[in-house]
């Protein structure tokens, strides 16, 4: 098992940054994609970013690409998500998810393990 959990939400004001952080332990050896995805109320979780084990690869949401940035440390087991001149419409639940799919996957079915979520509200 891989558990996973997220940290640096909080309410900002558009156009500020935040800068979350994904925390994993257990069988990280297994794990070899990871991403962001994000769940805003009444609507469906939806991906945000991910990242290949290595790093060297990365995948954006259209929504995202320019403002948001994914990095990983594999010898700290941790992911990052720079998020950058936020907007009303990123205010979501962000989610921490892993797989042990090598290949950079956008569909949440995918993923092994899941983080708790942590709240990022931007207001206008």
């Known amino acids: 098992q891989v558990q996973l959990v997220e940290s640096g939400g909080g309410l900002v004001q558009a156009g500020d940054n935040l800068r979350l952080s994904c925390a994993a332990s257990g069988r990280t050896f297994s794990v070899n994609t990871m991403g962001w995805f994000r769940q805003a109320p009444g609507k469906e979780r939806e991906f945000v970013a991910v990242?290949?084990?290595?790093?060297?690869?990365?995948y954006y949401a259209d929504s995202v690409k320019g403002r948001f940035a994914i990095s990983r440390d594999v010898a700290k087991n941790t992911m990052t998500l720079q998020m950058n001149s936020l907007k009303p419409e990123d205010t979501a639940v962000y989610y921490c998810?892993?797989?042990?799919?090598?290949?950079?996957?956008?569909?949440?079915?995918?993923?092994?393990?899941w983080g708790q979520g942590t709240q990022v509200t931007v207001s206008s």
């Open positions: 990242i290949r084990r290595s790093g060297s690869s990365t």
């Open positions: 998810a892993a797989t042990r799919i090598l290949v950079l996957t956008t569909t949440p079915d995918d993923y092994d393990y």
